[in-house]
Nanobody, 124 residues
């Protein structure tokens, strides 16, 4: 079993920055990737970004490229999402996730473990 615990969400104004963290514990896979999805009210869960734990290969959604950066700290088993130039459209619950293997998928059903989510709200 793997446990994922997110932190760092909150309120922000348009143009502000926030950083999300997600610490993983338990028995992770030999090869895996971690990442973030988000879900706004009334919408489906949306892919944001993933990072492969072994080589740091990153996959990001077009909607966040140039604004959001995903990174990892192997020693702390923690993944980060640095969110800059926030927009009201970024308002959502952000979920940390972990998937076996290193192939990134934009389909949430392909992911094995999920955190409880952290709320990000951006006002205009």
């Amino acid at each position: 079993q793997v446990q994922l615990v997110e932190s760092g969400g909150g309120l922000a104004q348009a143009g502000d920055s926030l950083r999300l963290s997600c610490a993983a514990s338990g028995n992770t896979f030999r090869n895996y990737l971690m990442g973030w999805f988000r879900q706004a009210p009334g919408k489906e869960r949306e892919f944001v970004a993933t990072i492969a734990w072994s080589d740091g290969d990153v996959t990001s959604a077009d909607s966040v490229k140039g604004r959001f950066t995903i990174s990892r700290d192997n020693a702390k088993n923690t993944v980060y999402l640095q969110m800059n130039s926030l927009k009201p459209d970024d308002t959502a619950i952000y979920f940390c996730t972990l998937k076996a293997g290193t192939w990134a998928s934009r389909d949430p059903v392909m992911y094995d473990y999920w955190g409880q989510g952290t709320q990000v709200a951006v006002s205009s």
